[in-house]
């Protein structure tokens, strides 16, 4: 009795690179599978392809940067109000804080007047309560320019790319219009000061 071997089966050619199949003796072909599916990325590629910045995207920046104000926005409205800005801009902890003081001092206003019109421009005439007024302004001010700078930087930081020449401008004009307010605040208390220590001399 002979045996028949069983001639292995060849794909015809398509062109360069032409795989072979198995065969029926259980040879795999060396090349791909049409059956296999292609293996999709796995979630660590995804994320980190997610994670890097578009191209053109400043370097160190989040690919989507968060909403909120702008700086020169920010510095504006610290102007306005102190820690105004850091709020609109996303810093809620951090506006809350640097408006702290701004909230004693309207307190601290609110029941000087309620504790009397008569009794306050009493004590306005005194050469010590309008030195204290002065010197109270002052402090006043490098914490107002502190809290506008601070808006402007916050802003910049949650939203790059967005400080340009308009933010600068803002930033200049807020800084020039508050040291201009409590300048003439401390003109107007020294005048006063000297003009109430006259008063009592004489």
Known sequence: MSLTETPDEFDSPRGSGASIRSNPSGIRSNG??????AASPTTSEAAAS???????APAGSPA???RGATPG???VLSLVFPGAGQL????????LLIAVPTILLILVVAAAVGGGTKQLLGQLVQ????????VVN????LYHLFAI??????????????????GAAALVVALVLAVGLHGLVGALGVQAWQTASAVIAN
Do not use: E, F, H, K
Not at 149 to 166: E, I, K, L
């Open 73 to 75: 926005v920010a510095a």
């Open 127 to 134: 050469p010590s309560v309008v030195l204290g007024i002065v």
């Open 88 to 95: 609109l801009a996303g810093a809620i902890r951090r506006g």
């Open 149 to 166: 700078a601070d808006a402007w930087w916050v802003a910049r930081r949650r939203r790059p790319g967005t400080g340009g020449p308009r």
């Open 138 to 141: 002052g402090i006043y001010a």
């Open 64 to 66: 989507n940067p968060q």
């Open 32 to 37: 791909p599978d049409p059956a296999v599916p």
């Open 50 to 56: 997610s994670a890097n910045p578009p191209a053109g």
